[in-house]
């Protein structure tokens, strides 16, 4: 018997070493029950989800609503550009609104960095953060550490390198404060451009060159260029920062790293920062990523419902 | 802590080998048999009878699954703390097989109703029958009786029967504990 710390999932940031490795311990139960024949079990059968997207999704979406109906939780789903936002409520005021229909929890994408905290003070329900603008995106950096501990075991010590767009990634500040919850060393790489100032004041490593930071890694997670996200121009032309920053076999050979683990968030450009046939080889593990995905968010949701006694 | 022995290691070997003696006589074919154990507490007990059916088959394999209940439980929601489950470990379809749900202690009957549900989830058995080492009687909230059956005890509601299993299995017992022990 145990439980989470927090009554919401804002952001890694707010949850400790213990929640995660609960978290972990769950999601691999649930991995199991994905595996079965029959992919559901009824736990939650009586909480209702509210899916609310203030922003473009797909996997994230799809792998949170999964999740839900595996667990036999009734799902709505609402998404900004067809809602009375465009009319001019405020989010307190739709999500009230929507709890007023009696639904127990809800999983936002927002804009805003903050805008689930904002939400969780005005409130009365379990919120996930499924992403907040640049900010954090919990569910992500959970089942990276995830996929990365079913491959590699215990991360304590291990040496995570993620390259690209750090300035614009909420994959890349959840996973960097998740990787060094569990004891892992974090660095960033990418065009100076794109790598936020005090970055190092969290104690991760900054580096410029690519090759020197692959010799250092055990594990390399590319991210993708947001270009949605970028207002002015950050570094000369696509193929200049593929050329950079993009990962190729004759990289990883000439480095010489046998071992190492490719990860990605999705959704890739293939042939921006990897290549295709780097993604689809046999480094990679983006899509145990995308599998590993629907087993943590079950879990998640799983210890947040049970957490609300209703009778 | 210190309890009233209901069954000392002796006592709970015989009752076990003779709870795999009942099973053995009234399957006598155990080809399309399979033993599902509860988590935690009924696998050791699944265990057992596992062990000396294949001793009195001349070491014939016998199906054994593990289930884990957690998700099916009728109480999530209702309890200050999250269940942590354990693993579940079904390495074959139920579909048409006679399965044995096997646990320790028959208590509400809330758990054997749980187990029932999860079992289905892995097919349609041809019949289930439930074998249980200790049956608490007079404490059902469900219909629930079992086939097989270790010792009944009569005992009051807040007191607790716990079957403990020692490390190096010599000595196994079951315990009745008062409520403030």
Same mark, same amino acid.
């Given at each position: ?73 009734? +799902? ?18 739709? +999500? ?216 | ?181």
């Amino acid at each position: 018997m145990s439980k989470l710390s927090t009554k919401h999932l804002l952001g890694i940031k707010n949850i400790t070493p213990e929640d995660i490795q609960l978290i972990f311990q769950t999601a691999d139960n649930f991995k199991e029950v994905i595996n079965r024949p029959i992919k559901k079990v009824p736990s939650l059968r009586d909480v209702t989800i509210a899916n609310i997207f203030f922003e473009n999704s797909t996997r994230t979406k799809l792998s949170f609503e999964l999740a839900e109906k595996r667990l036999s939780a009734d +799902v709505v789903n609402f998404s900004a550009s067809s809602s009375s936002v465009k009319k001019g409520e405020t989010l307190v005021d739709t +999500v009230n609104n929507i709890l007023a229909m009696k639904v127990d929890m809800v999983v936002m994408r927002h804009p805003n960095p903050g805008a689930h905290v904002h939400l969780a003070r005005h409130v009365d329900c379990s919120i996930v953060n499924a992403g907040d603008g640049a900010h954090e995106h919990p569910t992500q950096a959970l089942l990276d550490a995830y996929s990365l501990r079913e491959k590699l075991g215990e991360l304590k010590g291990k040496k995570v390198l993620i390259v690209g767009d750090i300035l614009h990634s909420r994959v890349a500040l959840s996973n960097i404060f998740c990787l060094q919850k569990l004891g892992a060393e974090v660095a960033v790489c990418g065009p100076a451009t794109l790598i936020p100032r005090h970055l190092a004041s969290l104690g991760v490593k900054v580096l410029l060159d690519l090759k020197e930071a692959l010799r250092w890694a055990d594990v390399a997670n590319m991210l993708r260029i947001q270009l949605e996200r970028q207002d002015i121009e950050y570094f000369p032309s696509l193929r200049e920062y593929s050329m950079q920053y993009g990962l190729t076999r004759a990289l990883l050979e000439e480095v010489g790293k046998k071992d190492l683990v490719i990860m990605h968030p999705g959704p890739i450009n293939r042939g921006v920062e990897i290549t295709s046939d780097l993604a689809d080889s046999e480094y990679s593990i983006i899509l145990n990523q995308v599998e590993n995905g629907v087993a943590i968010r079950m879990a998640v949701l799983y210890l947040l419902a049970g957490q609300a006694k209703t009778a | 802590m210190k309890g009233r022995t209901l069954l000392d290691h002796t006592a709970l070997s015989y009752t076990l080998d003779r709870l795999a003696y009942e099973v053995y006589e009234q399957h006598l074919d155990f080809s399309n048999l399979a033993i599902v154990s509860l988590q935690p507490r009924g696998v050791a007990v699944g265990e057992h009878i596992v062990k000396k059916l294949a001793e009195l088959t001349d070491g014939e394999k016998i199906l054994h699954g593990k289930l884990d209940v957690t998700f099916y439980r009728d109480d999530f929601r209702r309890r200050e703390e999250v269940l942590v489950p354990s693993s579940t470990d079904m390495e074959f379809s139920v579909e048409g097989k006679e399965i044995i749900l096997v646990d320790d202690v028959l208590y509400t009957g809330r758990t054997v109703r749980s187990g029932l549900d999860a079992l289905l989830d892995f097919g349609r058995p041809k019949h289930v029958e439930l074998l249980v080492l200790i049956d608490r009687r007079f404490s059902r909230e469900l219909p629930v009786q079992p086939d097989y059956t270790g010792r009944m005890v009569d005992v009051v509601s807040d007191e607790r029967v716990k079957v403990e299993w020692s490390e190096d299995n010599s000595n196994n017992r079951v315990t009745l504990y008062s409520a403030d022990q």
